[in-house]
């Protein structure tokens, strides 16, 4: 089935692809309304569910972007490409997979996932906590991290095993969509020496990894060695990482949580991810704050200067001068 096709499946399905993919929003007559493509709460995004006019096609009222649920599925899955993006649409169909796939039994990303992390196990001990260690985190005995002693890596033709450090990656409810695999080096506590010693699988874009009960205030940054530093320097703080900066822009406060910080890495797609972010908190009511790190993300502060420092001057001048720039 090509991408009209797709579409016009999905189309037939509108109301329950709206659910899934959008789930902050509500039906109001013909309409799925949601505050954007990122599945924040609002009136701004209106979803066709039914005729007079074409169901499925959307519109942003307030960026003016407009599409099918087709880009819906892309941008809600963070499909790299139309043909993942055709793949997670054919898997929530329940569609048989494209001929170019091999015509074998569908993959389900999700499903590889969560069997990938019930392989795992504590990371306590392990591997993985002394590379955590060695990044000066103290505090990542947390549940959503594992460790796998021999997973497996492929590069081109060629396949090793390599010790790794697992990820569960979650919306809300806590259930697992994804994960993020961090490969080691076997003989320090390294990242490994490969081409990408980092690889998601399964459902990423605008979940998050989450340490800590939910609480009024949430902490989110990008990756996990980011936010675990500020967990480190403020050991109190509930926090969730959310693996990118496409990601994070994307995230959604969780129900309850009235104060929001995030935590951006100093780049400009730190920036923008930031000020996306705090641009939807405004418009769900959400309190925030913007921190923002002196070296290059949070983990080369709490390097350089330690815990204490750390948490010194987020309780300082770092968290004011965040609070100027948000306004």
């Not at 390599?162 to 969509?177: E, F, N, S």
């Not at 980092?198 to 609480?215: D, E, N």
Request: glycine share 10%; proline share 6%.
């Amino acid at each position: 089935m090509n991408a009209a096709a797709v579409a016009a499946k999905l189309a037939a399905r509108a109301e329950q692809v709206c659910r899934f993919y959008l789930p902050h929003g509500r039906r109001q007559g013909r309409y799925w309304v949601a505050g954007d493509l990122d599945g924040a709460r609002g009136r701004s995004l209106f979803v066709r569910l039914e005729g007079p006019g074409t169901p499925g096609k959307f519109t942003d009222a307030a960026t003016g972007e407009h599409g099918d649920l087709l880009d819906i599925v892309r941008r809600r899955s963070g499909a790299p490409t139309l043909r993942a993006a055709l793949a997670e649409a054919r898997a929530f169909l329940t569609l048989p997979a494209s001929p170019s796939s091999g015509g074998g039994a569908l993959y389900d990303a999700t499903e590889a996932a969560r069997r990938l992390w019930r392989r795992c196990h504590a990371v306590a001990g392990t591997h993985a906590e002394k590379y955590l260690l060695a990044r000066g985190l103290a505090r990542c005995r947390f549940a959503a991290l594992r460790f796998h002693p021999a997973l497996r890596y492929r590069e081109g033709g060629s396949v090793i095993r390599l010790p790794a450090l697992i990820a569960a990656v979650t919306g809300d409810d806590r259930a697992i969509g994804g994960v993020q695999r961090t490969w080691l080096d076997p003989h320090s506590p390294a990242k490994a020496n490969v081409a990408a010693p980092r690889k998601a699988l399964g459902r990423i874009h605008g979940y998050a990894v989450r340490f800590g009960s939910p609480g009024a205030t949430l902490l989110v940054g990008e990756g996990i060695e980011t936010v675990l530093s500020l967990v480190t320097a403020l050991p109190d703080i509930t926090a969730a990482a959310a693996l990118s900066a496409g990601s994070l822009g994307a995230f959604a406060p969780p129900p309850g949580v009235d104060h929001l910080l995030i935590a951006r890495d100093n780049d400009p797609e730190g920036k923008r991810a930031a000020e996306r972010l705090a641009w939807r908190c405004a418009r769900s009511d959400v309190d925030f704050a913007i921190l923002v790190p002196e070296g290059g993300d949070f983990n080369d502060d709490l390097v350089a200067l330690g815990p204490d420092a750390l948490a010194a001057r987020l309780a300082g001048d770092r968290v004011e001068t965040a609070r100027r720039e948000r306004c």
